[in-house]
């Protein structure tokens, strides 16, 4: 029997308590469980069917940053999914209040805020290579085709 989606991620982050109440504040998820004062803290969508979503384990504040996708390679995005417009509109305006929001892109699967484009990992321009390689980068793939989300009253539109 062939795999059929993934289940849950857990991300190692420097504060799980302060990390989980991002998640909880913002996007809506809710505590499931917390393990060792905080050491470890599983979160689920409230439409979720899973025991949890996402865990997210504490590491501490004197460990580096990561580096990945500039210098290793590491998890590039987690993509949460919403049912209307007027929902990732709420978000989009949650995210910019709360400094969180760098983009967003109407795709062939939908819209989306958050971070950054999509881009494969396994074809990405190197860091050293500048955003002038990138943009080689989308076009070569065909992710230039991702059109700005242009959200606000009356819902979402493809820009």
Same mark, same amino acid.
């Given at each position: ?53 996402? #865990? ?7 460990? #580096? #940053? ?32 709360? #400094? ?25 321009? +190197? ?8 943009? +080689? ?9 991702? +059109? ?5 009253a009356g819902g979402g539109e493809r820009g």
């Open positions: 029997m062939p795999i059929t989606r993934l289940n849950h991620a857990v991300l190692y982050v420097r504060d799980a308590r302060r990390s989980a109440a991002f998640y909880t504040d913002v996007l809506g998820l809710v505590v499931r469980h917390e393990i060792g004062d905080g050491k470890a803290i599983f979160l689920r969508s409230p439409g979720s069917d899973n025991d949890h979503d996402l #865990g997210l384990f504490s590491v501490g504040d004197e460990v #580096g #940053g990561s580096e990945a996708g500039r210098g290793t390679v590491g998890l590039y995005h987690l993509a949460w999914q919403v049912n209307t417009l007027e929902e990732l509109d709420r978000l989009r305006a949650v995210l910019t209040e709360r #400094g969180a929001l760098v983009g967003g892109h109407v795709g062939g699967a939908g819209g989306a805020v958050g971070r950054e484009r999509p881009v494969r990992p396994d074809r990405a321009p +190197r860091p050293r290579e500048g955003k002038a390689a990138l943009r +080689r980068h989308h076009r070569q793939h065909r992710l230039s085709a991702a +059109r700005p989300l242009v959200l606000g």
